[in-house]
């Protein structure tokens, strides 16, 4: 079946603007994660949905980053005023449920100018 | 909290032969899963292998299995036989279960398979 899919693939702004980067998980999974990977590290967890409700959000770095999942499948991650610090692979994930493993998708390459 | 420890920034290894990536965590839960994910130059996170902190048994994926001693609190990735196509970033995560917490992951090992 298919995968967890991002768009964009890439993504280039410059610094100030609002971009959106989208995800669609695997088909059944109720739960759905972005992390966000810095050059040479591994990937930082940022938010978890549960359904439509964000579960966790506690690592968001600031109230610039906004992720909704209005119909408990396709979740979009919001960030304003963009700065080059924000530039990173942001990774999305998803689950059948909490304790199951995660699926990852190709990811989304975000640079700040 | 939960903490994952990979001290192998890098590592060679011959074709055909078997490596072991070394993976420490930290963690006060009583219940909680390890994974280990490749990621080659490409970008994406590959799901290798699982293992349950109650399981008996160490996990095993054809050509990968997972050393588990959990008074040690490791749990080392062995890959056998190791093919050009394992070259990649190889990263050890957990997660606790008693908050369902989402991944933890260490900073890396980036294995290279030597012809």
């Known amino acids: 079946g298919a995968g967890v899919s991002q768009t964009p693939s890439n993504k280039v702004t410059e610094k100030g603007k609002y971009v959106e980067l989208r995800c669609d998980p695997i088909?059944?999974?109720?739960?759905l994660y972005w992390y966000r990977q810095s050059l040479g590290q591994g990937p930082e967890f940022l938010i978890y949905?549960?359904?439509?409700?964000?579960?966790?959000d506690s690592g968001l770095p600031n109230d610039r980053f906004f992720a909704v999942r209005p119909e408990g499948s396709v979740s979009t991650l919001k960030i304003q005023r963009t700065e080059r610090g924000d530039s990173a692979v942001y990774l999305c994930?998803?689950?059948?449920?909490?304790?199951?493993?995660?699926?990852f998708g190709p990811g989304t390459r975000l640079l700040v100018l | 909290a939960q903490k994952i420890t990979q001290t192998q920034p890098g590592m060679f290894v011959q074709e055909k032969e078997a490596v072991t990536l070394d993976c420490t965590y930290d963690t006060s839960d009583p219940s909680y899963g390890l994974f280990w994910y490749k990621q080659p130059s490409s970008g994406e996170m590959i799901f290798l292998i699982y293992q349950g902190s109650y399981d008996q048994q160490n996990a095993t994926e054809g050509r990968y299995s997972l050393n588990f001693q959990k008074a040690r609190k490791s749990a080392n990735l062995v890959i056998s036989a190791s093919q050009l196509g394992d070259s990649a970033m190889y990263f050890c995560?957990?997660?606790?279960?008693?908050?369902?917490?989402?991944?933890?992951f260490g900073k890396g090992t980036r294995l290279s398979v030597i012809a």
């Open positions: 994930a998803s689950s059948k449920d909490p304790r199951e493993t995660q699926y």
């Open positions: 995560a957990m997660s606790a279960y008693s908050g369902n917490t989402p991944l933890v």
């Open positions: 949905f549960q359904g439509t409700g964000a579960a966790d």
């Open positions: 088909s059944g999974h109720t739960a």
